[in-house]
């Protein structure tokens, strides 16, 4: 049936006992789980003991004895006909047998109280045994010390003995020793000790005008030329040419020492003289440049006439390559009067000199040193290479010696040069027909436009060279006196036109 509640809700009652106005909850069966029947002869209560505990009329049950031992185990750990227990009795101190220890017990107590079943249970220091009377106090020190035989075989080896199983090792060690070396050289029978290599009784013979004469005669007048400052370092060459101390070397040597206050520069000679040097002149156009250094009776390099000069003529560069120096290198002349241009330092004008081509090796570090011919004549100064690697491919140029002797003799009077020129700015072309340096631009007072030289003029020829570029131009109008009058061959609209022109300074 259903019941509603107080508050209006309905409520359903559950099964239980019903009273008649409320159904009452019957209580939860009891579960009782099985029950083993030897825990139950164990721990249950026994016949007769109805509540927790028996009543003392209630006999105890008989306890069931475990069955006798075997006669083997009684035989093996039982006591062989001894009545003395596990604990002997209480004995007098003072044993009449020596060899029977005395009870601990006897009739003075010990001073362990543990030992000691009837003392009483206090808390005192730790247990300390009784010392024995008589015996003296022993304190602390080094004990004996033991020598070598006692140390290896504990006293059971007399020195004799000792000494004679040294005597047997050494022998035995020399042996072993001999046998090995004789081992040795026997198992080797490609050797043989007695061999002595001959040798050529008279040195090599060095005649006059060899490579090595020639070396050892210019090396000493070719020095190293350092510059240390703090942002600039670097290493090159230079040839000494007078007798006060006068190095020729390039300009883009020591450019980055005279531009750096801080650059320190000096020069190196065979011999490990290091003296400090001082530029004299430089002349950027050129790429030349004249330093000197305070030195007494220093060995002077000659020039030679560059102008003798063939193709295929030998020659010798020395220098300092890649900062290795007093090297030797030697090589022929590839070719003659090769216009070379090369970028100005740090944004200088550009380098344009006629060059002298050669393979002999010429790397970093070669700039400035000298190029010799087989009389050991400075022929020329060492300055560029051509290459892709960074390193001697056999294309190096050198500045043609008669040039650099004019130029640093100018250097070393005046401190700076000045050059010829025609006052004229021009680019190379190639036609079918012809090839020279064409005018771009003629600046009016120069000596180009005093000579009638016009813009679109293709100069071919100037005095008795062949002007093929703008480069062949320049070294062809450098070779020349200022103030030289030079006739000069051009193209005009299809003509050809020569007209005289007289140089003036650049």
């Not at 035995?172 to 026997?186: D, T």
């Not at 370092?233 to 750096?260: C, E, K, M, R």
């Not at 002007?467 to 070294?475: G, H, I, K, T």
Request: aromatic share 2%; no cysteine; net charge negative.
């Amino acid at each position: 049936m259903s019941q509603q509640s107080p508050n209006g809700q309905t409520s359903t009652p559950v099964s239980g006992v019903d009273d008649g106005a409320h159904r009452r909850l019957r209580p939860r069966p009891l579960v009782q789980p099985p029950v083993d029947p030897a825990h139950a002869t164990a721990f249950g209560r026994p016949a007769g003991v109805a509540g927790a505990f028996a009543s003392r009329d209630v006999p105890a049950p008989q306890l069931q004895t475990a069955p006798p031992p075997p006669e083997s185990l009684v035989t093996a750990f039982g006591r062989q006909g001894s009545s003395e227990l596990l604990q002997r009795p209480p004995q007098p101190t003072s044993s009449p047998d020596p060899d029977i220890d005395p009870v601990f017990w006897g009739d003075k107590p010990a001073g362990d109280p543990w030992r000691d079943p009837a003392s009483g249970a206090v808390i005192g220091p730790p247990a300390v045994g009784e010392e024995p009377p008589g015996e003296p106090e022993r304190k602390p020190g080094p004990g004996p010390q033991l020598s070598v035989p006692e140390l290896l075989f504990g006293r059971r080896v007399k020195p004799a003995a000792l000494a004679l199983l040294l005597t047997v090792a050494l022998v035995l060690g020399a042996v072993g020793g001999l046998v090995g070396w004789l081992i040795g050289r026997a198992g080797n029978p490609l050797t043989d000790s007695t061999v002595t290599l001959a040798e050529v009784a008279e040195g090599k013979e060095r005649p006059a005008g060899s490579i090595s004469d020639i070396a050892k005669r210019v090396t000493p007048s070719v020095v190293s030329i350092e510059f240390k400052g703090a942002n600039v370092a670097g290493v090159g060459s230079g040839v000494v040419i007078d007798g006060g101390g006068y190095v020729l070397t390039n300009d883009h040597v020591v450019a980055p020492a005279a531009q750096d206050t801080s650059a320190k520069l000096s020069a190196i000679f065979t011999d490990g003289t290091r003296a400090q040097a001082r530029v004299v002149g430089r002349d950027p156009k050129t790429d030349l440049a004249v330093i000197k250094v305070e030195v007494t009776n220093p060995t002077v390099l000659q020039f030679g006439n560059s102008d003798e000069l063939q193709v295929g003529d030998s020659v010798i560069a020395i220098g300092s390559p890649l900062q290795l120096s007093n090297t030797v290198t030697e090589g022929i002349v590839s070719a003659l009067h090769r216009p070379v241009t090369a970028a100005g330092e740090n944004g200088g004008p550009q380098v344009t000199y006629d060059a002298i081509q050669t393979d002999a090796a010429i790397n970093p570090g070669n700039s400035g040193g000298a190029l010799v011919d087989s009389r050991g004549a400075l022929v020329g100064i060492n300055s560029s290479i051509r290459t892709e690697t960074g390193g001697s491919v056999g294309l190096g140029f050198a500045i043609s010696g008669n040039q650099a002797r004019k130029i640093s003799q100018e250097l070393i009077r005046n401190g700076s040069v000045k050059h010829a020129d025609m006052n004229v700015n021009v680019k190379s072309v190639s036609a079918e027909t012809s090839e020279g340096a064409q005018v771009q631009n003629v600046p009016a007072g120069g000596a180009a436009a005093a000579a009638g030289i016009q813009e679109g003029d293709v100069i071919t020829k100037v005095g008795d060279r062949v002007v093929r570029n703008a480069a062949e131009l320049v070294v062809a109008v450098r070779e020349r006196e200022i103030g030289e009058t030079v006739q000069v061959v051009l193209a005009r609209q299809g003509r050809e036109l020569k007209l005289d022109v007289t140089l003036k300074s650049d």
